[in-house]
């Protein structure tokens, strides 16, 4: 609620701008100094004008504290930069199941709302280049997928590709690195995936399908209950802060970690229709406020993931590590997966060689500097 509230009453503010004008009070002030300055003829008012406001559709649970903070930051910003001219209505909620849910793309397409708040990996079964753009298995780190999209011109890949679908992205956060999942009993080697119900996004879902595991596509709202009543073994989402928050821990013991799938990427899908006909100090506009909810998304996540891992553990969830023998299985059949969707989707082949090359320079870095410093100061940490 209090998301909606605070997204309605910019959208309120916006419009009784537009609708009423400028107070009495203030029109008078206005008045007499602009005639003083023109010789009687006022000026046009960028704040008398018409505002523009944007329904937004998402596709996370309003008890999602981190999206839910990402669509406040985003409004927020917008309001301020255009002095309330472009507001964000949430007026599409996210419904509290999967099964009430119209997914935020489908709204977009179907002209329901003009932005949404997702992933697109959860579109990955309609075209496998969602699947890049929502977080790649085996993919870059959060930092590494931010420098690929800004200066490695994958963002520009993206969107080439996403304009069929009659959408452009601009990225809304990153979760950082994933755990690799709940898990009602434990595994070995990836050869125990087999006949397990699996919760898992984007590519995530067809690579375990190739230890046959059964993959399913599901909604964060919608894993908790699928764990409780048996319909899923294993749920795959974010990281503990949000696995928290979905009470996953209530039905699976074992909680793996790391996960594979690198982070999980959010974006702002705008309605292509609906982005062009933005003026351009609109269009700058959003893209600074979206690149503001960027940032905050994945600080937040660095801020409250290290506190709820302490709170599951101290309430009885078992921290396994995922054995090194099932991610070098898991990493071989990504590879193989990959090169048979490249095969016969060329616009596939494009995006992904482009991420998976940059990825592997980047960790030339990571290795000589990021990665020695984090283990030296890991090591620090549990000496003293």
Same mark, same amino acid.
């Given at each position: ?8 009453? %910019? ?63 985003l409004a927020e910003t917008l309001a301020g930069i ?12 996210? +419904? ?35 699947? $890049? ?17 800004l200066h490695g011109g994958g963002l520009d890949l ?9 959408? /452009? ?7 950082? !690195? ?8 434990? $595994? +070995? ?10 919760? +898992? ?33 294993? +749920? ?18 074992? @909680?793996? @970690? ?26 700058? !506009?959003? %893209?600074a406020a979206a690149a503001r909810a960027h940032d ?9 993931? %290290? ?41 596939? /082949? ?35």
């Amino acid at each position: 609620m209090k998301r909606r509230q605070f997204i309605h009453a %910019a959208g309120a503010a916006a419009a009784g701008i537009g609708a009423a004008g400028l107070s009495a009070a203030g029109l008078g002030a206005a008045s007499s100094g602009a005639q003083a300055q023109t010789g009687g003829v006022l000026p046009p008012t960028r704040s008398a004008e018409k505002p523009v406001v944007w329904r937004l559709a998402s596709d996370f649970p309003g008890t999602l504290s981190t999206p839910r903070a990402g669509i406040e930051t985003l409004a927020e910003t917008l309001a301020g930069i255009t002095d309330n001219t472009f507001a964000i209505d949430a007026a599409v909620p996210p +419904a509290k199941t999967a099964r009430q849910q119209t997914p935020a793309l489908d709204a977009l397409q179907a002209g329901d709302a003009e932005i949404a708040y997702t992933s697109t990996a959860l579109y990955a079964d309609r075209d496998p280049v969602f699947g $890049i753009g929502g977080g790649l298995p085996f993919g870059p780190n959060a930092r590494q997928f931010n420098a690929w999209l800004l200066h490695g011109g994958g963002l520009d890949l993206l969107n080439d590709s996403y304009r069929q679908h009659g959408v /452009r992205a601009l990225s809304g956060g990153n979760t950082g !690195a994933l755990t690799g999942g709940w898990f009602k009993s434990e $595994i +070995a080697t990836a050869r125990d995936f087999a006949g397990r119900r699996v919760a +898992a996004i984007g590519l995530g879902g067809p690579l375990l399908e190739r230890f046959g595991a059964m993959p399913q596509a599901l909604f964060p709202q919608a894993l908790g209950p699928a764990l409780a009543d048996g319909r899923i073994d294993i +749920a795959q989402w974010t990281g503990p802060h949000e696995d928290e928050r979905l009470g996953l821990a209530s039905h699976a013991p074992f @909680y793996y @970690y790391p996960g594979w799938q690198g982070g999980v990427q959010f974006s702002f899908l705008v309605r292509i229709d609906a982005w062009e006909a933005l003026p351009p100090r609109h269009r700058a !506009a959003l %893209a600074a406020a979206a690149a503001r909810a960027h940032d905050s998304v994945q600080a937040h996540y660095d801020a409250q993931n %290290a506190p709820a891992i302490r709170r599951l553990v101290a309430g009885g969830t078992r921290l396994r590590p995922t054995p090194q023998a099932v991610l070098t299985e898991l990493h071989s059949a990504q590879e193989a997966l990959a090169g048979d969707i490249a095969t016969g989707n060329p616009g596939f /082949r494009t995006i992904y060689d482009s991420v998976r090359i940059f990825t592997a320079e980047a960790y030339l870095w990571w290795q000589v500097a990021e990665y020695t410093y984090d283990n030296f100061m890991i090591r620090a940490r549990a000496q003293g």
